[in-house]
């Protein structure tokens, strides 16, 4: 992102007026405040925030505005761009697996809470006194669009061993676990959180904390996903799995934080019967669609700002590059009086979108425009 400007309230009057011929971003910082808030008093607990979904500089400015003190933080450069916004920010660095140099520095940036999976990663760590160190627990759970267990993780019996070398190392033991991304289901959490009290009531070590992850999912398709319900489900499970004396509960939302806060507005640059060219694509803002099931929120506007309501068509998308693999997997159903010149407004693009978009053939967004609401 290399432009940021102050524009307006409204994307299609935007686009109206100044008719971009390169993708935009458009940031809401006011939607972003009230997502912060949301997690702040429905979340039983820390909530900090996974850099990784939108290491913006605005979005992190934003959510240090709006309360958020702690970060989950996966490299040094997440960690400097944290501290930029915030010096005395609290940091979890829950990359499981780091370089000895990453080490170095997630102790000189002053990181809190270290993730672990092996033990062969815990003895890199070194010194432990003062550390908490959150062993993070994997178990074949459903209801994700895909599932973090097959790269990080360990079994509860291991998860046991780790925390009992933990302790004896005079780290402060914690478990952590992740239920995968875009999970709606809250007795996926339920599932974890009752398998982490077992693993603790086995060990016999009082948790100092429990991790409950990140997974919690963003608005795509249909109606909006039951946060609530989840934070209920999560509570509701660490009261009975801990009888009634749950370990401090801590999240670490990343895609529901910042998601609703971005749309993407792409100009169709031809229409070719049922097929549709657009001036991005998989190797730009959309390449999530390659991965998780896609969205069906998407507004078209003529170049007036009208917005377009004929009949929908299943159209075949291609981005921009040379490659034909540039594609979406999936049909998108767009209006059947739709233009070359129309502009596609994609809403809840403030996850993986930026943040994974290449520059491939010198195609991709980088303008970013704050709305005034």
């Known amino acids: 992102m290399v432009l940021q400007q102050a524009f307006l309230n409204d994307p299609a009057k935007w686009l109206s007026r100044e008719q971009p011929d390169e993708p935009v971003y458009f940031f809401d910082p006011k939607t972003l405040r009230a997502t912060a808030r949301q997690f702040l008093e429905g979340f039983p607990g820390e909530v900090t925030y996974a850099v990784k979904a939108n290491p913006a500089p605005a979005v992190l400015e934003t959510l240090v505005e709006a309360g958020i003190a702690a ?26 697996v780091r370089s000895k140099s990453e080490i170095i520095a997630g102790r000189s940036f002053g990181a809190l809470s270290w993730s672990v999976d092996r033990l062969s990663e815990l003895d890199k760590i070194g010194d432990l006194h003062g550390l908490e160190i959150a062993v993070r627990l994997k178990l074949p759970v459903s209801g994700a669009a895909y599932d973090f267990g097959s790269k990080f993780g360990a079994t509860p019996e291991d998860v046991a061993q780790l925390l009992r070398v933990v302790q004896a190392r005079g780290g402060l033991p914690s478990i952590t676990f992740h239920p995968g991304t875009q999970c709606e289901d809250p007795q996926a959490w339920s599932a974890y959180i009752f398998a982490a009290a077992d693993v603790a009531h ?13 997974g919690f999912p963003a608005h795509r398709n249909g109606t909006a996903p039951a ?21 401090p509960l801590v999240c670490e939302p990343g895609r529901a934080m910042v998601s609703e806060s971005y749309e993407l507005a792409l100009q169709v640059k031809a229409v070719i019967g049922e097929t549709v060219f657009l001036n991005d694509g998989v190797y730009g803002g959309l390449s999530e669609w390659r991965d998780i099931a896609p969205a069906d929120r998407i507004r078209v506007f003529s170049h007036d700002g009208q917005e377009r309501k004929g009949a929908t068509f299943p159209a075949t998308v291609f981005g921009p590059t040379c490659d034909s693999i540039d594609k979406l997997p999936d049909a998108v159903a767009l209006p059947n009086d739709l233009q070359e010149g129309d502009h596609l407004l994609f809403h809840a693009c403030g996850a993986y979108s930026a943040a994974l978009a290449t520059r491939f053939n010198g195609y991709g967004a980088r303008r970013v425009v704050t709305l005034l609401r």
């Open 202 to 214: 086995q060990t016999g070590i009082p948790l100092h904390r429990l991790n409950v992850g990140g």
């Open 227 to 247: 946060l609530t319900a989840i934070f209920d489900a999560i509570r509701s499970a660490a009261d009975q799995a801990f009888d009634g004396t749950p370990p």
């Open 71 to 96: 970060f989950d933080v996966a490299s040094p450069q997440e960690m400097e761009m944290v501290r930029r916004a915030s010096p005395a920010a609290r940091l979890h660095y829950h990359n499981p």
